[in-house]
Structures are given as structure tokens and as C-alpha cells.
């Protein structure tokens, strides 16, 4: 199963659940560094598909010129009539989006990262009674029942939508 991803939640910190932020913190860096991974896969593979086709579009401009209009072959030609073809500029958009996909997956790595440093820094404050008041102690077994609850139904949700799309 792939985790869900939801960079806007999993960046806030509920205050008032500094333990059960905890108990997920690693959980969470784990799941946005191996997205991160395979972003950044997903961004070398488009690279190299955008090289192996301005590869095979620059052999044809070689190969025959006059069929991509050109009279003159030149280097310089050669590359801006290769920037001209549809199927270069197509791979050439999915690379860009797939490093933006990249970019924006190691930011959010950054983060968790530093929503950890404020975690660390909530529990001092919490600890010198920043935030004192009465309280009862949370009872993290039931937070922790409620969140498997709540991924079981977003899996669900999920298979469903895939279901939807057959």
C-alpha cells in the first residue's frame, strides 16, 4: 500500500497532541524521504528519455535534412531545428514537470524536518510549563486506534476511485 500523501497536514502540528505528533514524526520523514526517492527517479528516468529523443531526432535531422527544412546543416541548425520538433518538447515538458514534482517532494522533506525542530522545541516549552493547565492525560492507544481508522478509510476511499477509473 502507498502511503497517502498530504503535504499540508502532514506539516501542521497539533499543539494540544505533542505525544501522538511524536509517535509520527518518524513514520512521517520515512514516507516523504521515499517519496522523495522516488520523485527524483521519476525525474532521471524523464531526463533520459528527453536525451534518448533528442538523440534520435538529431541522427534524422542528420540523416536527412531537407525533410526538417533545413538547406544548410550546421550545428546550430541541427539543435534549434531539434528544440523545434513536437515530440522533443513534449519530453522536454515532462522532464520539467517531474523535477517540479522533485523540488516541490524535497521541500516538503525539509519540512518534516524542521517541523521536528519545532516538536523539540514545543516539548521544552512544555516542559519549563509554558502551557500549564489542568489536564488528563491523553490515552494514546485510542489516538492510535482513531488514526488506523482513518487510513483504513482513505484506502477504501481510494480502491474505490481506482475501481471508478477501470
Known sequence: MVDQINYEQDVNIDERALDVEWL???????????????????????????ETGKAKIEMGVRQDPKEYGLEKVTEGAIQSTIQLQEEYQKLNQGYINAKYE?????????????????????????????FAGPQAPRDLTHEKLLEREQKEKNKNVKLSRRNKGS
Open 102 to 130: 522533485n523540488d516541490v517532494a524535497v521541500a516538503v522533506v525539509r519540512a518534516i524536518d524542521q517541523k521536528k525542530t519545532a516538536l523539540e522545541n514545543l516539548v521544552k516549552l512544555l516542559g519549563v510549563s509554558y
Open 24 to 50: 509520527k514524526q518518524a513514520d512521517l520523514m520515512r514516507k516523504y524521504a521515499t517519496h522523495a526517492a522516488d520523485t527524483k527517479k521519476d525525474m532521471d528516468e524523464a531526463k533520459e528519455r528527453l
